[in-house]
């Protein structure tokens, strides 16, 4: 494989010219360099089995496609969401707490101004981005953050402002949605952001991953561990189910710390959350349902002792549609409809970040019939999209991170 030396642009400046004359070019097939053999590293958990045939270890999907990578914006300080504007360009989130416009010609902008303070110990930080579907009209956007809320406690928390025309500030700045209970712990803040067909905006949640904090995954008296679905400025959806005791706000409930999450082309929420060592989850999260964390899952804590009674099922506990032990450590996803992979339509595309690479899953009547795991090696993949021409883009997580471009080498 070519290997890429020149230095990149420093990171806390506005690129000066464009960057497109310097990209970085790999091409390379699914099995090349790519090691199609995942499926023969041991479990954590052996003595676990599956629920039915397919959930963990589904066939590896025979691919000899060939893909072109290209940096499109280089020096990135651990990204973590970006979501394209009408123009092409991106606004891309950095975890230290700044957002920045990657122009399509390889710009790299100065961080937008305006935005509100964020707790960046270990995964807290600026989270996710998304924009309004009439962004052209309104410039709205929305991200998830981690709020510092005093004496060391923080939350999950998601906020809606305008940008500017020019893109360097952001005004009318309102704060829509908190997590509660606030807690100490800089773990496990989720969080991703998806729109549904019907303008309510899906948030994600992490449980805080400490002992005390986990346990309300199964409490609908917090947001911790849920899949939140809220008004676009505020408030429960309409729509969202009754739950005795429950917040309103809430759609399911049960989970880990979920950092993919994408709406299915027949308008259905996915999710991938991050399992113990051992038992990372494919979801298709129903309203008023309870996906199990703590009281079941695969895998085991990272002891190496069982999650509570060590139990895999109970009745009432829905089991994922998919699990991975070993664990790809998810964050970003994708359903891809594009034009320039037409065989890869109606897959779900998963970052991974223990996998270092991007996962491809193959769907029919709900279940994963197939996986296939492409550019292994370039790094802890934070995030998965797709652009409007149909290319994936990436970004990788790292003190020098970047957006990346995937096409066919073609």
């Known amino acids: 494989m070519y290997h890429h030396t020149s230095t990149p642009p420093t990171p806390r400046l506005a690129s000066a010219a464009p ?8 091409a390379f097939t699914a099995s090349e360099g790519t090691a199609q053999s995942f499926n023969s590293a041991p479990p954590n958990a052996p003595d676990q089995s ?9 066939p590896v999907l ?10 499109i914006v280089e020096g990135l300080e651990h990204p973590w969401g970006m979501a394209e504007l009408p123009d092409g360009s991106w606004l891309v989130t950095e975890r230290p707490g700044r957002m920045r416009l990657a122009g399509t010609g390889g710009t790299l902008s100065a961080p937008i ?24 009209q309104t410039r709205r956007v929305w991200w998830s953050y981690a709020e510092p809320r005093g004496n060391g406690e923080n939350g999950t928390a998601v906020a809606t402002g305008i940008l500017s025309p020019d893109a360097a500030s952001m005004s009318d700045v309102a704060v829509i ?84 999450a994408a709406l299915a082309p027949d308008g259905a929420l996915w999710t991938v959350e991050h399992g ?6 494919l979801n298709r999260p129903e309203a008023g349902r309870n996906y199990g ?23 009432g506990l829905e089991q994922p549609v998919y699990f991975w032990d070993p664990v790809i450590a998810p964050s970003g996803m994708a359903f891809y409809e594009g034009d320039l992979f037409p065989d890869w339509r109606g897959s779900v595309l998963i970052g991974g970040m223990g996998a270092q690479a991007l996962v491809r ?40 991170g970047a957006l990346l471009r995937i096409t066919p080498a073609d």
């Open 113 to 136: 101004s305006g935005l509100p303070e964020v707790d960046a110990r270990r995964q807290g930080g600026l989270l996710d981005v998304v924009v309004a579907p009439d962004f052209a």
């Open 276 to 281: 113990p060592r051992g038992g990372d989850e």
């Open 50 to 58: 599956p629920a039915f045939a397919n959930q963990t270890r589904a």
């Open 62 to 71: 025979a691919d000899d496609t060939a893909l072109r990578h290209d940096a």
């Open 293 to 315: 964390w703590p009281v079941i899952t695969y895998g085991l804590d990272y002891s190496g002792r069982p999650i509570g009674e060590g139990l895999t099922a109970r009745e």
């Open 177 to 260: 949605f908190r997590q509660q209970p606030t807690w100490s712990s800089t773990l496990h803040y989720g969080s991703r952001l998806v729109f549904d067909n019907h303008g309510a905006l899906f948030v994600t949640t992490g449980e805080r991953s400490l002992p005390a904090p986990r346990q309300l995954a199964q409490d609908v008296s917090t947001h911790l561990g849920k899949v939140i679905r809220i008004d676009p400025m505020g408030g429960p959806a309409p729509g969202n189910p009754e739950i005795a005791g429950g917040q309103p706000e809430i759609w399911s409930w049960g989970h880990r710390n979920i950092q993919s």
């Open 19 to 26: 960057l497109l004359a310097s990209l970085l070019v790999f």
């Open 361 to 400: 899953l193959e769907l029919k009547d709900g279940k994963v019939t197939g996986e296939a795991r492409y550019l292994q090696g370039i790094g802890r993949v934070r995030d998965v999209a797709v652009a409007r021409d149909g290319a994936i883009m990436i970004l990788t997580d790292a003190d020098n």
